[in-house]
């Protein structure tokens, strides 16, 4: 059911009411049992007015019509069922989301590929391993704007020491850099993260990094050429329209992130935090998963899990999850 009115400042408009009605239905909840004329008295509306409040309090289930006489339906029940509802359509909403931007790449390649039949010039190219960090200094100094990484495994791998120290030297020479990595990297390198961040570089973390990925401004971007997987094959994507999606794609992960504690210019970002475990819990992961997840302890995680209850003033991880929607956490 879609509300008429903004739910963030009226929440009943999650019920499909106006901002006035919610005074009617209070002077209903109060005199339930009473014929529609004597609410229009009490609300001090005409009898044309307190009709159509009616008909849209029918219309939500919260009070039901019969001969003239108007009764109120339990609120906890009607309201109880109605979050229920609204909070399945919000999950599937999200679902729906991820599962867009997941379909970017395969989209990608069909238009590519459509562009090639057709004749037309489409500048993606591969190229195979080889001199990395030249061709990622190449690309940012080729083009104009900041720098922005995907970096689900790259402290791993034998050229991370060399490719930070190229990250480093573009910073101060007045590149700005931002940088998403995968919850685990607080758990295994730790130091790495702070260096790039000690060297200007903006860092943020999400539950997981789809793949590998190097975005230079709004001129090119470097990537596997297998979504989030290492084939030894790299992409350098010139098109534009592509670069812009995928600009695009990393500017929404980077505003659900998570700010890393003491790393970021603003502080902290325990909203960031929270968030990382909502969505862990309302898409129904384990304490163990989660933990692994968040590069914490098992203990930790039940102990955020249990004040989050307490702050939300939820019995439950599902009403926990529900309170969360209702204000817009997640």
């Known amino acids: ?13 999650v019920a499909g009411l106006l901002p006035g009605d919610e005074r009617v239905y209070r002077i209903i909840l109060r005199a339930s049992g009473a014929y529609r004329l004597r609410l229009a008295e009490l609300a001090g509306l005409s009898a044309e007015a307190i009709d159509e409040v009616l008909a849209r309090l029918e219309s939500a289930g919260l009070v039901q019509l019969s001969d003239g006489m108007v ?43 459509l562009s090639r039949d057709m004749g037309d010039a489409v500048d993606v190219r591969a190229v195979q391993d080889g001199d990395v960090l030249a061709l990622v200094r190449r690309l940012a100094t080729e083009g104009s704007g900041d720098l922005r990484w995907f970096r689900p495994d790259q402290w791993r791998l034998p050229t991370a020491p060399r490719l930070d120290a190229l ?11 931002r940088a998403i990595y995968p919850a685990t990297v607080l758990e295994e390198a730790p130091d790495k993260l702070r260096a790039r961040a000690e060297a200007g570089e903006r860092v943020r973390i999400v539950a997981s990094v789809p793949t590998r990925m190097g975005i230079f401004g709004d001129s090119s971007v470097f990537m596997s050429d297998r979504w989030g997987l290492d084939t030894g094959r790299r992409l350098v994507v010139r098109e534009h329209s592509l670069v812009g999606a995928l600009r695009t794609l990393f500017d929404t992960v980077w505003e659900h992130a998570m700010a890393v504690p003491g790393l970021e210019g603003e502080g902290d970002d325990p909203a960031g935090g929270r968030r990382l475990l909502l969505q862990q819990l309302t898409s129904g992961a384990k304490d163990e998963q989660i933990a692994r ?16 209850m307490d702050e939300l003033g ?4 599902f009403q926990a999850g529900v309170e969360a929607v209702r204000r817009g956490w997640i």
């Open 314 to 317: 939820a019995a439950s991880r």
């Open 1 to 13: 059911m879609t509300g008429k009115a903004d739910a963030a400042g009226f929440p009943l408009g």
């Open 293 to 308: 997840v968040l590069g914490v302890s098992l203990r930790t995680v039940r102990r955020r899990v249990a004040d989050l």
């Open 167 to 177: 990250v480093r030297e573009l910073i101060e020479s007045g590149y700005e850099s």
């Open 71 to 113: 009764a109120a339906a339990p609120p906890a029940h009607v309201l109880g069922r109605i979050i229920t509802t609204r909070t399945r359509q919000l999950r599937r909403e999200y679902e729906q989301i991820d599962g867009l931007r997941n379909l970017i790449p395969s989209l990608v390649a069909d238009h590519t590929s």
